[in-house]
């Protein structure tokens, strides 16, 4: 795998691990937590719970796997990209409408992105 498609694949999972990660189980949350936020290897993550490399590589793919199945279901990230996409074509073209009406526009924007 190329570290372009890893780094790819890491975005992805803490994006939704962002939207998803109440629904995972304690142990999920705190592996993922290690592994994808704090860069801890697979060896440090299973030397500080004193279980093998092999059992926490097992959970941090359950947990990548159940959160890729919440995402097929509830398409939070798949909404909120959208949603980033739309903002951004509202604000371009409000360079078009006069000052008090490009402003109102703006402050639309601001409030539906501060719903995220």
């Given amino acids: ?48 719970f004193n279980i093998s490399r092999q059992a926490v590589y097992e959970h941090i793919k359950r947990a990548e796997s159940v959160l890729e199945e919440y995402e097929s279901k509830l398409n939070l990230l798949v909404k909120h990209e959208e949603r980033g996409r739309l903002l951004e074509r ?10 008090d009406e490009k402003r109102q526009l703006l402050e639309l924007a601001d409030r539906l992105q501060t719903l995220d």
């Fill in 1 to 48: 795998m190329s570290e372009e498609s890893v780094l790819q694949k890491t975005n992805r999972i803490n994006l939704l691990f962002d939207f998803y990660e109440r629904l995972l189980t304690e142990k999920q949350q705190v592996f993922m937590k290690h592994y994808f936020h704090d860069d801890y290897s697979l060896g440090e993550i299973a030397t500080e």
């Fill in 90 to 99: 509202m604000t371009a073209l409000a360079d078009a409408l006069p000052d």
